[in-house]
């Protein structure tokens, strides 16, 4: 096999299903005109989708363990694929809900699929920033799609932007078909949801790490679904006009998960997602409360979602060093607790822009990061300790 094509695939992969999450916060104001409801109501497109990520997410380590890494990622990637092609022509709210529900369900199993893909193939030694890199993969997906969104939807509408990115999965589902390596792993295997979970639960460090995980990406999930919503209501921006600060934005966030890699392995990296996640936190807190202009909230949002991105690479990086032949199902508790902050970042940003407007999500983002932080600080050699340490 391969090596570097393999690692191209798994790439391609990371880049579309990220993308297919990413491309509803861009189009906030689009759905939200064309379908005839508010900005807040459209919001919880978001919240649909990252509850059906989360939920399948659980299912999908234990299915990817199980059943093998290749068929798992051409059920799912078929499933996306047709779950976004659709959405371009939902006629209404409901039904464009229920396909994110199922854009959700089909993307959900896909990360801890291709983590454990990678920790089949990849050395020990080199595990942690491989995880790390393709994990980085997320950030250039927002670098490159939230405001290529923008753009699409700025030239053909919401729909079309929704078509486009449905053609780049279906490319990502045939290159999975023709070059992801078969192996003994894809023969059917034993069932065994409840004692993989079982046994990775009983570990200290996942139940620390996906309260940690959570409560950050409450924060971080909050920012990332209303920014853009927030600069087209504030400073009455075009959506092709949004895609620039967009870019940047993303480029913070890909420069955080990248960064995150030389973090992975550090004796001090509690202390480093501690950090990273306290002063982006007080980021988003400012991007929200204190209505600068156009370009120091760009600013802020870059700093701020590009230092809380390292948090939730080190964890999954970390999780690989714990779950022994269960990877993917660890790395699926780990995608369990991003996709239940996202749930819950979206979901009460929503609830607190109806009611209190953008400062109700700016001290939203403020108290998930101080739990976070204290949590990191509180159980901060959690993170150190080997697997043989760690249970109990």
Known sequence: MNKAWFMAVLALTVFATISATLIVPPLLVEI??????????????????????????????????????????????????????ASAFAPNFETLVALRVLTGLGGGALPPNIIGAVADVISPARRGRTVAALLAIQGLASGISIPLVALLADVGGW????????????AALVANWLWLPKGQSERVRTWAFF????????????????????????????TISFFA??????????????????????????????????????????????????????????????????????ALAAVGTG????????????????????????????????????????????????TTGYVGVGYMCLVAVIVSALLTGLFGRQFGESASQSRG
């Not at 005839?36 to 999908?60: E, H, K, N, R």
């Not at 234990?62 to 799912?76: E, I, K, Q, W, Y």
């Not at 729909?159 to 279906?170: E, P």
Request: net charge positive; glycine share 10%; charged share 10%.
């Open 32 to 85: 939200a005109t064309d379908l005839d409801i508010s900005v807040a109501v459209a919001g919880q497109l978001a919240t649909a989708t990252f509850a059906a990520w989360a939920i399948m997410g659980v299912s999908g380590g234990p299915l990817s363990d199980s059943f093998g890494r290749r068929p798992v990622a051409m059920v799912c990637l078929a499933v996306l694929s047709a779950s976004v092609l």
């Open 159 to 170: 729909r079309f932007a929704f078509i486009v990115y449905g053609l780049i999965l279906v």
């Open 195 to 222: 004692s993989r979970y079982l046994s990775l639960v009983s570990m200290r460090f996942f139940r620390v790490a996906m309260a940690v995980n959570i409560t950050q990406r409450i924060a971080f999930w909050g």
């Open 229 to 298: 919503a927030y600069l087209i209501s504030t400073f009455e921006l075009s959506v092709g006009y949004v895609a620039l600060p967009l870019a940047i934005a993303a480029a913070g966030q890909m420069i955080g998960s990248y960064a995150a890699s030389f973090v992975v392995n550090h004796r001090q990296r509690a202390f480093f997602i501690a950090a990273s996640t306290a002063i982006g936190g007080v980021c988003a807190f400012l991007l929200f409360t204190m209505g600068l202009g156009l370009w120091a909230s760009v």
């Open 307 to 354: 230092l809380m991105s390292m948090t939730f690479p080190v964890l999954v990086a970390a999780s690989t060093e714990y779950s022994g032949e269960s990877k993917a199902t660890g790395v699926g508790l780990m995608g369990f607790s991003n996709q239940a902050g996202g749930a819950l970042g979206a979901g009460i940003a929503g609830a607190l822009l109806a």
